[in-house]
């Protein structure tokens, strides 16, 4: 028969290193947890409609990527509908946001998830069709303050605060290559990306037929885009297009000043990349990205966000300015795990799992019970212990025993029948007798 493997760009997550994906979310829930946020979960499947009217119809990501069908109905009074697998979840959380009316109660909302999305990108390093993100949004009515330059500096100064936590260095002169390196830029109110537009289809105009058809496309379609392309013979003429910075209202200017001023007054570093517009329609003012180059090769972005004051009116949905961010988990964890191979290296360690607290070996089947039963016991004082199988010989039970954990209990006739067991710590190899009743104790020292 031949075997059934994991669908194409998506792939299983085993252990040991399932282990550091929940250390990397437990620091973020803690990080999250002391900036006020509370985890919101909204489905995987939505409706199509709320992607094409929220990311843009012209996106790469609607255009391309979204895992999209046409849901059959089960019964007459139900209709057909076209439903995708999320490609990202901000536009989720705000049909959430205008569904329960989130914005009635007048307050911020500081809502963070972490999940699955899905994209139909070509697979590489670094580069999923199921991918994980964490991400963040402060969303609420202008009266509770959403659209202050205070909340995006201080959802950067987050972003700073939980990288640090996670002991990701910040690039720097000597480091350059190393640590992550944050690049900002304000894309205009609503008012100003039009104007700003128009003079870029404008500019493209004569020249568009000199770059490559992708350019040529987007600069029909969707002429930002082309500020982001990578193609190397169109950068002369993208270096040349009008820079957004000269297109921004004296509100928009003032805005990305302030939050300038605050990272600054935060020590945290960035630098301002004018052609950074990101592939979603949504974003108005800031726009932001991190990215490292460690252990991620082309995909170096770590992670996006930005401000989308108008998403939630696009949705059908009262004002209600935003901000925030997604971290692609997989790249992420793909640093972390750079960082650790490069540091061991340096330290000439090598690696080993961490090991169980006990592994309890019954001497025979008779003592599988009484075994299971006193590993229950250490287990509920909080140990991890392991049970091994009566029918092993002893020095097979030794074995499995090394292998998984720092001591063996064993449990015979003679101990079930005086609640002592005998153990031997592998480390020292001593050997001792201890009362059932003092086990959690000896083990746990
Ligand atoms: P995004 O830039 O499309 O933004 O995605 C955010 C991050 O998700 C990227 O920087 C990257 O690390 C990760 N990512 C994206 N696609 C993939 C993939 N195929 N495989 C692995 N990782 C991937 C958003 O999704 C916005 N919703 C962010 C946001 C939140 N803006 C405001 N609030």
């Given at each position: 028969?031949?075997?059934?493997?994991?669908?194409?760009?998506?792939?299983?997550?085993?252990?040991?290193?399932?282990?550091?994906?929940?250390?990397?979310?437990?620091?973020?829930?803690?990080?999250?947890?002391?900036?006020?946020?509370?985890?919101?979960?909204?489905?995987?499947?939505?409706?199509?409609?709320?992607?094409?009217?929220?990311?843009?119809?012209?996106?790469?990501?609607?255009?391309?990527?979204?895992?999209?069908?046409?849901?059959?109905?089960?019964?007459?009074?139900?209709?057909?509908?076209?439903?995708?697998?999320?490609?990202?979840?901000?536009?989720?959380?705000?049909?959430?946001?205008i569904e329960h009316k989130l914005g009635d109660t007048g307050q911020l909302q500081k809502l963070y998830y972490i999940g699955p999305q899905f994209r139909r990108e070509r697979p590489q390093k670094g580069r999923y069709r199921q991918f994980f993100q964490i991400g963040a949004e402060v969303i609420g009515p202008a009266t509770a303050g959403s659209e202050s330059p205070l909340r995006d500096a201080e959802v950067l100064e987050m972003l700073a605060a939980l990288l640090d936590a996670l002991e990701i260095p910040r690039a720097s002169a000597e480091n350059e290559f190393r640590g992550w390196r944050l690049q900002l830029n304000s894309v205009g109110s609503s008012t100003d990306r039009p104007r700003y537009v128009a003079a870029l289809r404008e500019a493209l105009g004569p020249v568009k037929d000199r770059m490559c058809p992708d350019n040529q496309r987007r600069a029909e379609t969707n002429p930002l885009r082309v500020l982001d392309s990578k193609d190397v013979e169109d950068q002369e003429i993208i270096d040349a297009l009008p820079k957004i910075a000269d297109y921004l209202d004296d509100a928009s200017k003032a805005h990305f000043a302030a939050v300038l001023d605050s990272l600054d007054a935060c020590g945290v570093p960035y630098t301002v990349n004018p052609r950074l517009v990101r592939g979603l329609d949504y974003y108005t003012r800031t726009t932001f990205e991190f990215t490292v180059n460690l252990g991620l090769g082309t995909q170096n972005a770590m992670l996006g966000g930005g401000r989308y004051d108008g998403l939630s009116e696009m949705l059908g949905g009262p004002r209600a300015p935003g901000i925030g961010f997604a971290i692609g988990e997989d790249r992420l964890i793909l640093t972390l795990q750079a960082l650790e191979e490069a540091r061991a290296a340096a330290a000439g360690e090598i690696a080993v799992t961490p090991k169980m607290d006990a592994y309890v070996a019954p001497l025979s089947v008779g003592q599988h019970a009484a075994a299971l039963r006193l590993a229950h016991e250490l287990r509920a004082a909080g140990l991890a212990v392991e049970v091994g199988d009566g029918s092993f010989r002893l020095k097979r039970s030794f074995e499995a025993a090394e292998r998984v954990a720092r001591a063996i209990v064993i449990v015979g006739e003679d101990e079930v029948a005086h609640q002592v067991a005998t153990v031997k710590t592998f480390a020292t190899g001593e050997q001792r007798k201890v009362g059932f009743g003092e086990l959690a104790a000896v083990l746990g020292e």
């Open positions: 028969m031949p075997t059934i493997k994991a669908v194409r760009g998506t792939r299983d997550l085993l252990p040991p290193e399932t282990a550091l994906w929940n250390r990397v979310e437990a620091v973020a829930r803690d990080v999250f947890r002391r900036y006020g946020f509370h985890e919101i979960r909204t489905p995987v499947l939505e409706a199509t409609e709320l992607f094409a009217r929220g990311v843009g119809e012209e996106t790469d990501i609607v255009s391309k990527e979204m895992y999209t069908w046409e849901d059959r109905a089960r019964a007459q009074s139900e209709k057909a509908q076209s439903l995708t697998l999320r490609p990202e979840n901000t536009a989720g959380v705000v049909r959430a946001y």
